[in-house]
């Protein structure tokens, strides 16, 4: 666990939002390459992601408030806005940030469908990248496990005179296993459900841009398709989560819930595209 990387003075410089802005910063870059390679203005798609960013990061907090208000409250106001601690969930970002750029590309008379194959790659790639920034920050935990590469997160400060803190896993294998003590220095070993998502999400990046080089049906179709196979990985690194995601239905998490319904709605989508959307020729027509 690594939530703060180094302090530029008085600054602390945390590990997840850096990690973000890396994801950020790399994806506008391709995106904008991949802009002038299909004949657009790359400006409208940089000014439009410094808009889209944080308007998805508010809808990806709101959500996480909804399903964890008993992490917030009104003595700590900071709290509520500081992402860079951690605390968001992906699935609310989309709705929010899809909603504004179809009325942000309309009005800059660009197709919606065409710009979603564009950037819907990269934005696999960022959120990987964002996942980085999760293990760093000790945030989406996994279950315990016996597994080689499961590990363990370490009791945050070491001096055990002082309250253990800050370490999300320690503290809760701390609370629910009686074989652990203040004296233990180390979580159990555990899932590294972060790390599934990263190697998850950057394999969803090269296989929307395989798709898009050499299949390319009709302008658009990455955006279903990308919540199609997020949605189903999504769903099963959940089995392994161990940070208590909510559950109201069945034995299934929220997210998996979230999970289920983005990728049948997607799917459903995708046919609808497909029968109304004119077809591309082929794939050479596609950006390559």
């Not at 559950?247 to 999970?259: G, M, N, R």
């Amino acid at each position: 666990m690594l939530p703060i990387l180094f302090k530029i003075g008085p600054i602390p410089i945390h590990s997840y939002g850096l990690m973000i802005a890396i994801g950020f910063l790399t994806a506008i870059y391709l995106v904008q390459r991949d802009a002038v390679k299909a004949g657009l203005d790359p400006k409208v798609f940089a000014d439009g992601a410094f808009w889209v960013l944080p308007l998805g990061i508010a809808g990806t907090r709101l959500l996480h408030i909804v399903m964890f208000p008993e992490g917030y409250s009104w003595g700590d106001p900071l709290g509520w806005i500081a992402v860079w601690r951690g605390g968001l969930v992906f699935q609310g970002g989309p709705p929010v940030a899809i909603v504004f750029i179809w009325f942000y590309l309309k009005k800059k008379n660009v197709s919606f469908w065409k710009a979603s194959d564009i950037v819907v790659p990269y934005l696999a790639m960022a959120h990987g990248l964002g996942r980085v920034g999760c293990f760093l920050n000790g945030c989406c935990y996994g279950a315990p496990s016996d597994l080689p590469w499961a590990f363990p997160y370490r009791r945050v400060p070491w001096d055990i005179s002082l309250p253990a803190t800050g370490s999300p896993a320690y503290l809760d294998h701390l609370r629910r296993f009686p074989d652990m003590t203040p004296m233990d220095h180390w979580s159990h070993a555990i899932h590294p459900t972060q790390l599934y998502g990263v190697v998850g999400l950057l394999m969803l990046c090269g296989i929307l841009l395989y798709l898009r080089k050499h299949w390319n049906p009709f302008d658009g179709f990455l955006l279903p398709t990308y919540f199609v196979i997020y949605g189903i990985g999504r769903f099963v690194v959940e089995f392994f989560r161990g940070d208590h995601n909510p559950t109201h239905v069945l034995d299934l998490s929220d997210q998996q819930i979230f999970s289920v319904a983005f990728a049948l709605g997607s799917v459903v989508l995708f046919a609808i595209m497909r029968r109304y959307l004119p077809r591309n020729p082929r794939p050479s027509d596609a950006i390559t």
